[in-house]
């Protein structure tokens, strides 16, 4: 069984992460040349990877479309996204 | 050329009193029209963490802007409900 609290604790992370290059993202396409915001944002890309290749590393796919599975195809064996498994609260 | 200026008494309210150094009080617009809107320029000041920002919908705190529900709900239910007596 895996360890179910950092799993979904490292998946909260990942999500934020995601939400704030998100919202910086807005940002530059309207502030296309502040330093400081392109900065962060290319900082919060390097987390984002961290983050998931640990996830992937740790707790199997966390996407389908960048993560490598083992035989058989892992994707299956995640909780679907609409099942309570699948959620965190915040 | 017209210049926008908030009032005094507007500068600060609640929520924008920790951040209003960073939202320009003041903007100069140039070419003005009628009929049209003005946004004031936003720039970056400070972030909230993560968490904090996937919890409020926004990672800029002068942009964090929540609807305060001037009424409980509750009440005006149970309002609703006693005048239907009749």
Redesign the interface.
């Known amino acids: 069984m895996k360890d179910n609290t950092n799993m979904m604790e490292l998946k ?2 990942i ?3 995601h ?2 290059l998100e ?2 993202q807005l ?1 530059l396409n ?2 296309p040349t ?1 330093r ?2 392109l900065a ?1 944002r290319n900082s ?1 890309v390097k987390q984002y990877k961290m983050l998931r290749d640990e996830y992937n590393k740790c707790f199997g796919m966390i996407s389908q479309d960048d993560s490598f599975s083992p035989y058989p195809w892992q994707w299956i064996e995640e909780p679907w996204p609409w099942e309570y498994e699948a959620n965190f609260k ?1 | 050329m017209a210049y926008i200026l908030k009032p005094e008494a507007e500068k600060y309210d609640a929520n924008c009193m920790p951040t209003s150094k960073c939202i320009p009080q003041e903007t100069e617009i140039r070419n003005v029209r009628l009929a049209a809107a003005y946004v004031p320029w ?1 720039k ?1 000041c400070q ?1 909230f963490n ?2 904090e ?3 409020r919908g ?3 705190p002068e942009l964090y802007s929540p609807f305060d529900p001037p009424y409980e709900p509750q009440k005006v239910y149970k309002a609703i409900k006693a005048s239907k007596c009749d």
């Open positions: 909260k992370q999500m934020a992460v939400f704030m919202d910086l940002y309207t502030h502040d400081e915001a962060k919060y915040l | 936003q970056m972030l993560p968490i920002a996937l919890k926004t990672a800029f």
